[in-house]
């Protein structure tokens, strides 16, 4: 996945890994020339000249060394940083690709740390297996030639199965830590998920008074965690001891059977700087190979669970033969839909009705009868289990799910607005809206006066879900949003649900102003809203058991009629209540 991204740029990928090979030439060479100087300083050969210009070469090795590394790094950042925002924008809107169900079983807080720690795994990943992997073969290699060469076969012995059994315990004892590490990770990610959780719902952990309860269930989440995470440490630390052990004794080794060869004659001195200064370059990056192989294999775990959201698939998808939904008016038919969210409860049972264009057709009933599924069913955010939704004779199952949602603007019933400014939740309906279009949207909603009235007017933040309105201020922001939208079909899904009377009266005018010439489907628990529509659909247990215009359905005198009667009842008992209900408040205070 992550090779199309370094094909990309793979003339930046090519120069780069040129200047990582020439970092590590010169790498080498340093203790070759220091090797040079030391003899050239011992005293039956001092020459003055020779010392000097090696020095110099020394120095301008040395510089080299940190030179094309830097360089290395400047002209690969744009491949990585390119990598991260390329499958960081994939994974995002894949999750806005992914159906409803996904969306209400997920858990925000983890799935934000997967993709934060994916993130950082790929810049892992792309810069180590580079840049440090082949740095230490190649760096390996040269030390490896140079040990052939210059010294007898004892050294290069020595230190081949060093390298051998440092990399096997590296790899052996890695193995075992990446089973804690990704312990480590799921308990963090768990106990992210509980934070955020609890700090969405603020208001309900301070109804019940439960901020005691809320911190011991984190700190539990917290509680293992530490535990997981003293046990990662621990194992490291073992597995940096086992490495020294190993480096140690075979440098002991070495500077041994180098000692001896100066003292036999058959090393100088320069050859004892030189193997030393070899084993030290060679050891200080398979010491670093240690925690690049920790960090490659935690890199792949982040990643794959990042990419396992990639592996998530669309329950909802576009045929290849997909059509766009032609812009104008619109009819709409559900034509025998049964479906159900579980294959165990059924909530529609074969339900088929008409929204002729431009019409205004209600579904009334009890909670829970199945009527917010009609709106879901409508923008396809779960397919129909049996039958067909049928918008201008095209089911909707053959047109292009982003045609389909541009021609519909809902009023939901629980209106949820981003953590941004008013204009931003208004504009949000249509992003290229101009200012004075977003204003005339609100003038519409009733809520124009409102914002005007805020210090900050229409730049004053709504905060997290919308929580500093109230419910019916976030209502008309909703309101506004979908008469800024325009489109041709209008679903109010109990869009006044959160407004007192008066307000609703008022902008229940609005609506049906908005809502002429559109095709709109009205969801709703007040029978009152929907007087005037063309048709009412009576929705019981997923079942239409009554359907026609108001008047009619009163005229029946069945279930609508019964329904109508006890909301008049409740109106009537509350207007005589209220007046006593606020005196006695007023006592009380």
Request: neutral net charge.
């Amino acid at each position: 996945m992550l090779l199309p991204y370094l094909w990309e740029y793979k003339w930046r990928v090519l120069i780069a890994l040129t200047f990582l090979a020439s970092a590590k030439v010169a790498n080498v060479g340093v203790p070759l020339v220091l090797k040079s100087v030391v003899d050239a300083l011992t005293p039956d050969q001092q020459v003055l000249a020779l010392p000097l210009a090696l020095l110099v070469a020394y120095g301008a090795l040395r510089l080299s060394t940190v030179l094309f590394a830097e360089l290395r790094d400047v002209v690969f950042v744009r491949v990585t940083q390119r990598a991260i925002r390329r499958v960081a924008l994939t994974v995002f809107r894949h999750l806005h690709s992914l159906s409803l169900r996904f969306h209400l079983e997920r858990q925000t807080g983890g799935v934000s740390r997967d993709i934060e720690r994916g993130t950082r795994g790929i810049s892992t990943l792309l810069s180590y297996m580079l840049f440090s992997i082949i740095p230490v073969i190649l760096e390996f290699s040269l030390v490896a030639v140079v040990l052939l060469t210059r010294f007898d076969w004892r050294f290069a012995a020595i230190t081949f199965t060093a390298v051998a059994l440092y990399i096997f315990l590296t790899f052996s004892v890695t193995e075992w830590r990446m089973e804690i590490r990704r312990q480590v990770n799921e308990l963090d990610s768990a106990a992210n998920t509980r934070a955020i959780d609890s700090l969405i719902n603020y208001e309900t952990v301070k109804y019940f008074n439960n901020e005691e309860y809320e911190a011991r269930r984190y700190d539990e989440n917290l509680r293992k965690y530490e535990s997981a995470a003293v046990k990662n440490e621990i194992s490291l630390g073992l597995l940096n001891v086992g490495q020294s052990f190993v480096i140690a004794i075979a440098v002991t080794l070495l500077m041994i059977l180098a000692a001896k060869g100066v003292v036999a004659k058959t090393l100088t001195l320069g050859d004892l700087v030189l193997i030393n200064g070899l084993l030290i370059q060679l050891y200080i990056p398979l010491n670093f190979l240690g925690m690049v192989y920790r960090e490659i294999k935690q890199a792949l775990i982040d990643t794959d669970r990042m990419f396992r959201l990639l592996e998530q698939n669309r329950e909802i998808q576009d045929r290849p033969d997909a059509a766009r939904l032609a812009a104008g008016s619109a009819s709409i038919r559900f034509e025998h839909v049964d479906f159900s969210y579980d294959p165990k409860r059924q909530i529609l049972f074969d339900v088929s009705f008409d929204v002729p264009a431009g019409s205004k057709v209600a579904v009334v009933g009890h909670s829970g009868a199945g009527k917010s599924t009609l709106a879901r069913l409508l923008y396809r955010f779960y397919d129909v289990s049996r039958g067909a939704i049928v918008i201008n004779g095209s089911d909707i199952r053959a047109l292009q799910q982003e045609s389909l949602r541009a021609a519909i603007g809902i009023v939901p019933q629980d209106t949820v607005l981003f953590n941004d400014s008013i204009y931003y939740n208004i504009q949000y309906g249509r992003p290229e809206a101009t200012r004075a279009e977003v204003i005339e949207a609100a003038r519409a909603a009733h809520i124009h006066d409102f914002v005007e009235s805020l210090p900050d007017k229409y730049e004053a933040r709504v905060g997290e879900r919308g929580l500093k309105l109230s419910g019916g201020e976030k209502q008309r922001v909703a309101i506004a949003r979908a008469i800024l939208k325009s489109p041709s079909i209008l679903i109010f899904d109990e869009a006044t649900s959160a407004l007192d009377s008066e307000t609703e009266k008022s902008i229940q005018g609005e609506l049906t102003r908005i809502a002429q010439g559109h095709t709109t489907l009205v969801v709703a628990h007040r029978l009152s809203t929907v007087m005037d529509a063309d048709q009412i659909l009576v929705l019981e247990a997923g079942r239409i058991i009554e359907r026609g215009a108001h008047r009619e359905l009163l005229e029946r005198n069945g279930a609508y009629a019964q329904m109508w009667a006890l909301q008049q009842q409740e109106e009537a008992q509350h207007s005589s209540i209220a007046p006593a209900g606020l005196l006695t408040v007023a006592g009380t205070l």
